[in-house]
């Protein structure tokens, strides 16, 4: 068991999702191959998205999650098996989006899969995610009586 790289790559998630939060494109970029996928999405938005690349993947987040879109992602329950250079990890996530112009919380829980890869730098980078949720829910400002909310904003 490699405990090193599974250290690493639980940092590495981390820091996928922290950059995901703070909208810190520069730092998401470096958590991910080139050559990523990412299958994204929920039932509540429609079609899942299956994007291709670092930079699709880059530009779906930019696009989507500018600053009135406010998340927190917590992952944990990590079960990481590493097989040399590649490793495969799943997750229990829950996730908190928050939809300023839309007036809308979206609350939920799902499994993330993923396949990491050790790049020729030695650093351990995504070449795979996903995940399939196992609920969500969403509730309007008008939802909840004496809503107030109070939040950093990113440019």
Not at 76 to 103: L, M, R, S, Y
């Amino acid at each position: 068991m490699d405990l090193v790289a599974m250290e690493e790559i639980k940092r590495l998630k981390h820091r996928y999702l922290r950059a995901v939060d703070l909208k810190l494109w520069h730092e998401l970029a470096d958590t991910i191959t080139e050559d990523a996928v990412g299958d994204y999405g929920t039932e509540a938005a429609g079609q899942k998205l299956h994007l291709v690349g670092r930079e699709e993947i880059l530009a779906f987040m930019r696009e989507n999650l500018g600053p009135g879109i406010i998340t927190t992602h917590f992952a944990g329950q990590p079960e990481i098996d590493v097989d040399g250079d590649t490793a495969t990890g799943t997750w229990c996530f829950e996730d908190t989006v928050i939809a300023t112009e839309f007036k809308t919380i979206i609350r939920g829980s799902a499994f993330y899969e993923d396949t990491y890869r050790r790049e020729s730098d030695g650093a351990w980078r995504i070449s795979r995610t996903g995940y399939t949720r196992t609920y969500e829910f969403l509730h309007t400002f008008d939802d909840l009586p004496n809503f107030t909310l109070t939040a950093n904003r990113w440019a």
